[in-house]
């Protein structure tokens, strides 16, 4: 199957117009020595059918979550997609556009941009959102540069309630020598704040804190965001966007920074990607948030229209100087997680964050009726870990009922309650917790 | 004028619902606490599903993607993207896996991420691939990083800067920056290739790597690229390579056979997955055999007869990413291989070479080619005849190119080149087509000469005109505000 056009002989016509004979002619810039001298050793090609029953069987050799009772979560959630959002994501003038350069033909693009970033600044009640960045932890290690760039200090103190895969970024995203997290210990399973506030004393940029964290639990945001403030830092907050339905968001704590993982807002699980890095700052970090803005300006004719705004700050203008290298965001992403909070609009995005808690509460009660109380006991919204010393057996008795269990950490599992989760489901669970 | 979708909010009229939990309900006052909650009603747009779905149908037709038409966007490679890619990546057993399921029910998900591997190994001679990074400056990031730690392993900590040629995409320069490192410029010659002097010059114990685009910025293969690469080598760098432009060589040569040590690639780019208005795109980056310890876990390894993901290599710079890169587009990419296959990845590249060649011969009269002579899968034109004789620039012709409905080149770029029209018709393009858009080229370069007033008011037919970038930049209003007015 190929998607090149011209016939043979158009090929030829086209090579004698340009005084050639052979397509090979067009190669000859090409020194022998790194020519290849051999065919390519990959399988041969494939008509559409073939490749419809390849990947139909490759697919058949998974197990989606989406498709049963899931409990995994741990930055990724089985939310609902509606009908509306896939269909509309297959509109191609979406999909098939390059980044919106010229903005006389890019206005749709540019204005749901526009549109995303005023949702994720509604959200967390922050100032200003960028265009999108990769994914949430690559948001968060964007930010730590940020806040070290801002308080030309380099030390970021990082409570270890934050999730594992961030913190793995943000250490090679050190490598850099931009910033330096230090990682603070946690044993109750939210933020030490003695630990923490001794270490941002210590000339810190920003003191990161997940709400809700890696095991779920609301973190002391409130004390934390004074002690950095008094430090002299930065607050960074890393969010899950669906619990901002309900819970205080960053901009009422004080976050300096917001970022988070976008995936809730209306992207499929898809092994971890593509999602969307959500980034957005109070105004006097406005101009020098990484990533692409839109803004809001005139034609000239006076109507309102969008361009890629504030672009001093990019790679493609200011490059050995810029501060970030982000040019490809995750733009159809960022699309899908604006059009999904237009459908869900302000009262469906609540009544899912209070239904997936509902359900979270009522898991725990059950769980620890069963004899598995919390493994550390704090509040949570809709996510938490329970204390069981056999994780992996409980994982397998429930993979053979066709139920995908929870994440197996050190001391227990860590469990996750989206809106596609009932109460059958959970009474389920609890059987199998219970060896049944 | 198109509202915005919080111009169109009508309280209440949003009638989406979702069932109650059958539970016991909660007070969120006791079980959250008071002080975590959120004071007041959420401020997101209520807007009933058919005024959503009309919204957002509205805003596509004011888009244009490569199904409305030619796209010669320069280093962009804007191909067709085939929509049995489309229909794979949405399949249920592939985007609805979680990433933390257990390995046995991901193996399908696991053999695609294994060969796509693989066949990018063979496609650009490394030895191994990471798919990882999350678009192409994320996979030079990547790259870059594992320069820093292999110098860092030798205990060379001297090397603190990265070379990048005057041509380069601007990415390159920034990546360096954001790894840490000084960047020093490499010249272009005459000919628009490295200048080896100059590059000879700026080589020493200090330099950790040259990065480099082959064919480079101006669409011209790097002739002496094994030259460059034996300089770059003696004197204790790496060379890096940046795939932006690979659609111009699959099955021709091989950056691994050029001395390339770390290649990345656009999946998004060379291997036909939709760009999405600005993402998601896909950066995996390979390494030659020296390299492979660095590379970020985890790694995707076949183990008896399942895959397995390892994390067992101490000397990895780690994760740059959660999970295990954009893998919905991976599938994407996987799907598009195996429809071409090596012969036709090959003609591929043959044809998206024959075309830009075809584009440049047929222009070459109107419009000035800076290095007019056998380029790869683009090349770059000017504006010099229009700028001086009629003031009529680059931008100029760009924007009067949207009333012919074609998206412009790519300008002012490479920065080397004065009023600089970077054109790139990939090989999804038809004879006809090329003959088209040539044609609109001349009669552009014609009203450049005989109305060049109606050139730099251009353009008269989108849905703006020339929108106010200094405005925008000067007085940012970046988000829609209630009180703004509509």
């Given at each position: 199957?190929?998607?090149?056009?011209?016939?043979?002989a158009?090929?030829?016509?086209?090579?004698?117009?340009?005084?050639?004979?052979?397509?090979?002619?067009?190669?000859?810039?090409?020194?022998?020595?790194?020519k290849m001298?051999?065919?390519?050793?990959?399988?041969?090609?494939?008509?559409?059918?073939e490749?419809?029953?390849?990947?139909?069987?490759?697919?058949?050799?998974?197990?989606?979550a989406?498709?049963?009772?899931?409990?995994?979560?741990?930055?990724?959630?089985?939310?609902?997609?509606?009908?509306?959002?896939?269909?509309?994501?297959?509109?191609?003038?979406f999909?098939?556009?390059?980044?919106?350069?010229?903005?006389e033909?890019?206005?749709?693009?540019?204005?749901?941009?526009?549109?995303?970033?005023t949702?994720?600044?509604?959200?967390?009640?922050?100032?200003?959102s960028?265009?999108?960045?990769y994914?949430?932890?690559?948001?968060?290690?964007?930010?730590?540069?940020?806040?070290?760039?801002?308080?030309?200090?380099?030390?970021?103190?990082v409570?270890?309630?934050?999730h594992?895969?961030?913190?793995?970024?943000?250490?090679?995203?050190?490598?850099s020598?931009?910033?330096?997290?230090?990682?603070?210990?946690?044993?109750?399973?939210i933020?030490?704040?003695?630990a923490?506030?001794?270490?941002?004393?210590?000339?810190?940029?920003?003191?990161?804190?997940?709400?809700?964290?890696?095991?779920?639990?609301?973190?002391?945001?409130?004390?934390a965001?004074?002690?950095?403030?008094?430090?002299?830092?930065?607050?960074i907050?890393?969010?899950?966007?669906?619990s901002?339905?309900?819970?205080?968001?960053?901009?009422?704590?004080?976050a300096?920074?917001?970022?988070?993982e976008?995936?809730?807002l209306?992207?499929?699980?898809s092994?971890?990607?593509?999602?969307?890095?959500?980034?957005?700052?109070?105004?006097?970090?406005?101009?020098?948030?990484?990533?692409?803005?839109?803004?809001?300006?005139?034609?000239?004719?006076?109507?309102?229209?969008?361009?890629?705004?504030?672009?001093a700050?990019?790679?493609?203008?200011?490059?050995?100087?810029?501060?970030?290298?982000?040019?490809?965001?995750?733009?159809?992403?960022?699309?899908?997680?604006?059009?999904?909070?237009?459908?869900?609009?302000?009262?469906?995005?609540?009544?899912?964050?209070l239904?997936?808690?509902?359900?979270?509460?009522?898991?725990?009660?059950?769980?620890?009726?069963?004899?598995?109380p919390?493994?550390?006991?704090?509040?949570?919204?809709?996510?938490?870990a329970?204390?069981?010393?056999?994780?992996?057996?409980?994982?397998?008795?429930?993979?053979?009922q066709?139920?995908?269990?929870?994440?197996?950490?050190?001391?227990?599992?860590?469990?996750?309650?989206?809106?596609k989760?009932?109460?059958?489901?959970?009474?389920?669970?609890?059987?199998?917790?219970k060896?049944? | 004028?198109?509202?915005?979708?919080?111009?169109?909010?009508?309280?209440?009229?949003?009638?989406?619902?979702?069932?109650?939990?059958?539970?016991?309900?909660?007070?969120?006052?006791?079980?959250?606490?008071?002080?975590?909650?959120?004071?007041?009603?959420?401020?997101?747009?209520d807007?009933?599903?058919?005024?959503?779905?009309?919204?957002?149908?509205?805003?596509?037709?004011?888009?244009?993607?490569?199904?409305?038409?030619?796209?010669?966007?320069?280093?962009?490679?804007?191909?067709?993207?085939?929509?049995?890619?489309?229909?794979?990546a949405?399949?249920?057993?592939?985007?609805?896996?979680?990433?933390?399921?257990?390995?046995?029910?991901?193996?399908g998900?696991?053999?695609?991420?294994?060969?796509?591997?693989?066949?990018?190994?063979?496609?650009?001679?490394?030895?191994?691939?990471?798919?990882?990074?999350?678009?192409?400056?994320?996979?030079?990031?990547?790259?870059?990083?594992?320069?820093?730690?292999?110098?860092?392993?030798?205990?060379?900590?001297?090397?603190?800067?990265?070379?990048?040629?005057?041509?380069?995409?601007?990415?390159?320069?920034?990546?360096?920056?954001?790894?840490?490192?000084?960047?020093?410029?490499?010249?272009?010659?005459?000919?628009?290739l490295?200048?080896?002097?100059?590059?000879?010059?700026?080589?020493g114990?200090?330099?950790?790597?040259l990065?480099?685009?082959?064919?480079?910025?101006?669409g011209?293969?790097?002739e002496?690229?094994?030259?460059?690469?034996?300089?770059?080598?003696?004197?204790?760098?790496?060379?890096?390579?940046?795939?932006?432009?690979?659609?111009?060589?699959?099955?021709?040569?091989?950056?691994?056979?050029?001395g390339?040590?770390?290649?990345?690639?656009?999946?998004?780019?060379?291997?036909?997955?939709p760009?999405?208005?600005?993402?998601?795109?896909?950066?995996?980056?390979?390494?030659?055999q020296?390299?492979?310890?660095?590379?970020?876990?985890?790694?995707?390894?076949?183990?008896?007869d399942?895959?397995?993901?390892?994390?067992n290599?101490?000397?990895?710079?780690?994760?740059?990413?959660?999970?295990?890169?954009?893998?919905?587009?991976?599938v994407?990419?996987?799907?598009?291989?195996?429809?071409?296959?090596?012969?036709?990845?090959k003609?591929?590249?043959?044809?998206?070479?024959?075309?830009?060649?075809?584009?440049?011969?047929?222009?070459?009269?109107e419009?000035?080619?800076?290095?007019?002579?056998?380029?790869?899968?683009?090349?770059?034109?000017?504006?010099?005849?229009?700028?001086?004789?009629?003031?009529?620039?680059?931008?100029d012709?760009?924007?009067?190119?949207?009333?012919?409905?074609?998206?412009?080149?790519?300008?002012?770029?490479?920065?080397?080149?004065?009023?600089?029209?970077?054109?790139?018709?990939?090989?999804?393009?038809?004879?006809?087509?090329?003959?088209?858009?040539?044609?609109?080229?001349?009669?552009?370069?014609?009203?450049?000469?005989?109305?060049?007033?109606?050139?730099?008011?251009?353009?008269?037919?989108?849905?703006?005109?020339?929108?106010?970038?200094?405005?925008?930049?000067?007085?940012?209003?970046v988000?829609?505000?209630?009180?703004?007015?509509?």
């Amino acid at each position: 199957m190929r998607f090149t056009p011209n016939t043979d002989a158009v090929v030829q016509e086209m090579l004698e117009s340009l005084g050639l004979q052979h397509i090979e002619e067009l190669f000859e810039d090409i020194p022998d020595e790194v020519k290849m001298d051999r065919p390519l050793d990959l399988p041969p090609e494939m008509s559409e059918i073939e490749l419809k029953s390849l990947l139909t069987a490759l697919a058949a050799r998974n197990v989606p979550a989406a498709d049963h009772p899931c409990f995994l979560g741990a930055g990724a959630y089985d939310s609902y997609i509606p009908a509306a959002l896939e269909q509309l994501l297959l509109r191609s003038e979406f999909y098939t556009s390059y980044t919106p350069y010229q903005p006389e033909i890019s206005q749709g693009i540019l204005q749901g941009i526009f549109e995303y970033q005023t949702m994720i600044c509604q959200l967390t009640e922050m100032d200003v959102s960028n265009a999108s960045l990769y994914d949430g932890a690559t948001a968060l290690a964007e930010a730590c540069t940020l806040a070290a760039v801002h308080t030309r200090k380099k030390l970021v103190v990082v409570p270890e309630t934050v999730h594992p895969e961030y913190k793995q970024v943000l250490e090679t995203y050190a490598l850099s020598g931009h910033f330096e997290p230090v990682f603070v210990p946690c044993p109750n399973g939210i933020m030490d704040l003695n630990a923490v506030s001794d270490l941002a004393k210590n000339q810190a940029a920003a003191l990161v804190v997940q709400h809700p964290n890696f095991f779920g639990h609301l973190e002391p945001v409130g004390a934390a965001a004074d002690l950095i403030h008094e430090a002299g830092g930065l607050l960074i907050m890393a969010v899950d966007p669906l619990s901002l339905a309900i819970l205080k968001p960053p901009g009422a704590w004080g976050a300096d920074i917001a970022v988070g993982e976008g995936q809730p807002l209306g992207n499929p699980l898809s092994f971890g990607g593509p999602y969307l890095g959500f980034m957005a700052v109070t105004r006097p970090l406005m101009r020098k948030i990484p990533g692409r803005i839109v803004g809001q300006t005139t034609d000239l004719e006076d109507r309102r229209g969008f361009v890629l705004t504030l672009q001093a700050r990019e790679q493609h203008i200011r490059r050995e100087k810029a501060g970030s290298n982000i040019c490809s965001n995750q733009a159809l992403n960022a699309l899908a997680a604006a059009i999904y909070l237009t459908l869900m609009g302000p009262r469906g995005l609540k009544q899912i964050a209070l239904r997936c808690h509902q359900l979270a509460v009522y898991a725990q009660k059950r769980l620890e009726e069963a004899g598995f109380p919390l493994l550390y006991n704090q509040p949570f919204f809709r996510e938490f870990a329970v204390k069981t010393p056999d994780a992996g057996s409980i994982n397998r008795r429930l993979q053979e009922q066709g139920i995908i269990g929870g994440l197996e950490i050190e001391g227990g599992m860590l469990l996750a309650f989206t809106e596609k989760r009932s109460r059958q489901d959970i009474d389920r669970l609890v059987a199998a917790f219970k060896g049944e | 004028m198109s509202m915005l979708i919080f111009e169109k909010s009508r309280r209440a009229s949003n009638k989406m619902n979702i069932p109650p939990a059958e539970v016991e309900p909660v007070d969120v006052t006791k079980t959250i606490g008071e002080e975590y909650l959120r004071n007041g009603e959420l401020p997101l747009p209520d807007v009933n599903e058919v005024e959503a779905v009309r919204h957002y149908t509205a805003l596509s037709k004011r888009a244009y993607g490569v199904d409305d038409g030619f796209y010669p966007l320069g280093s962009c490679t804007m191909k067709y993207n085939p929509k049995i890619d489309e229909w794979a990546a949405r399949l249920p057993g592939l985007a609805g896996l979680h990433p933390y399921q257990p390995l046995e029910t991901v193996q399908g998900a696991l053999q695609i991420m294994y060969e796509t591997g693989q066949w990018l190994c063979e496609i650009t001679g490394m030895d191994e691939f990471s798919l990882q990074p999350a678009a192409g400056a994320h996979g030079e990031m990547t790259g870059v990083m594992m320069i820093k730690a292999y110098h860092k392993k030798r205990g060379d900590e001297g090397r603190n800067t990265v070379l990048v040629p005057d041509s380069a995409h601007g990415t390159n320069p920034a990546t360096a920056n954001v790894v840490g490192y000084k960047v020093v410029e490499v010249k272009s010659d005459e000919r628009g290739l490295v200048d080896l002097q100059d590059l000879e010059s700026k080589l020493g114990p200090h330099i950790a790597g040259l990065m480099l685009t082959n064919p480079n910025t101006l669409g011209l293969f790097e002739e002496n690229i094994l030259e460059i690469s034996r300089l770059v080598h003696e004197s204790g760098g790496l060379l890096y390579y940046d795939g932006a432009n690979l659609n111009a060589i699959m099955g021709m040569a091989r950056p691994g056979d050029m001395g390339f040590d770390i290649v990345h690639v656009n999946l998004h780019k060379t291997f036909g997955t939709p760009h999405g208005g600005g993402g998601p795109g896909s950066g995996p980056v390979g390494v030659k055999q020296h390299l492979t310890e660095l590379l970020p876990v985890p790694r995707v390894i076949p183990q008896g007869d399942q895959f397995i993901l390892d994390y067992n290599y101490p000397d990895s710079i780690g994760k740059v990413k959660q999970f295990y890169g954009n893998f919905g587009v991976i599938v994407k990419a996987y799907t598009y291989i195996r429809a071409l296959g090596g012969e036709g990845l090959k003609e591929a590249s043959q044809q998206a070479v024959l075309n830009a060649n075809y584009v440049k011969h047929h222009l070459s009269d109107e419009y000035y080619i800076p290095f007019d002579r056998l380029c790869k899968h683009e090349f770059v034109a000017t504006a010099k005849h229009q700028m001086d004789s009629n003031k009529v620039s680059a931008l100029d012709i760009a924007k009067s190119l949207l009333d012919y409905g074609y998206h412009p080149p790519t300008i002012y770029f490479p920065l080397i080149v004065r009023e600089a029209l970077m054109i790139e018709p990939p090989e999804t393009e038809s004879r006809e087509r090329l003959d088209d858009f040539v044609a609109a080229m001349k009669e552009i370069a014609k009203a450049a000469r005989e109305n060049p007033e109606l050139v730099k008011g251009a353009p008269h037919h989108t849905v703006v005109r020339r929108l106010d970038e200094v405005k925008a930049a000067r007085t940012p209003v970046v988000r829609w505000e209630e009180s703004q007015d509509a």
